[in-house]
DNA sequence: TCTGATTTGTCCGTATGTATG
DNA sequence: TCATACATACGGACAAATCAG
């Protein structure tokens, strides 16, 4: 993935690669690409879309999963959070 | 690497380590020791060699990316930059 | 049941980037 | 300048579980 200094979204911490990918997954998910409960792109397949090693992929989900917007499953795949809705 | 004041190779600043080391790498592109587009030796191995603080290797290869001999990559090491032959 | 493909989990080695004292 | 530590990233290898046939 193409190291963008102008990506939107900030962050504390600088820009990497890693972070990127969380947001653009995360941006993907709003936008519809995978429904609540559905898996996601698989590892390999975000490595080969984004350019990328998969120890990155991997850091980038991670961050999704801390975050509670994705859960992994061991051997199977991540699949999209199903999120409390927000009443404020 | 020993502080040598008699360093054939003057600067414009004060005869240092670092510069020292830059005019190393320049003379041994320019002996052949690494092709143009080739990586150079990492910076790991420079510490070795010269025996300098790794932080002193870093400012011998920014003077050179600065002066547009060679380029880095993140995570992957220095290359030899492709010169433009001079026609003057 | 067996087999092979898929997918995540883990570990290792290499290398640069950044920060601190 | 030096010494050290940690972060970030790439690449490879192998293990373990799952699933389709």
Chains 1, 2 share one sequence.
Do not use: C, N
């Amino acid at each position: 993935m193409t190291f963008d200094p102008d990506a939107e979204i900030q962050h504390d911490g600088p820009i990497t690669p890693y972070r990127q990918l969380a947001d653009i997954i995360r941006a993907r998910i709003a936008r519809g690409d995978w429904a609540s409960g559905q898996r996601i792109a698989t590892e390999k397949d975000l490595v080969q879309e984004y350019g990328l090693a998969r120890s990155t992929v991997r850091r980038a989900i991670a961050v999704l999963v801390d975050d509670g917007d994705v859960y992994t499953v061991p051997q199977r795949g991540s699949y999209v959070a199903e999120k409390p809705e927000s009443d404020s």
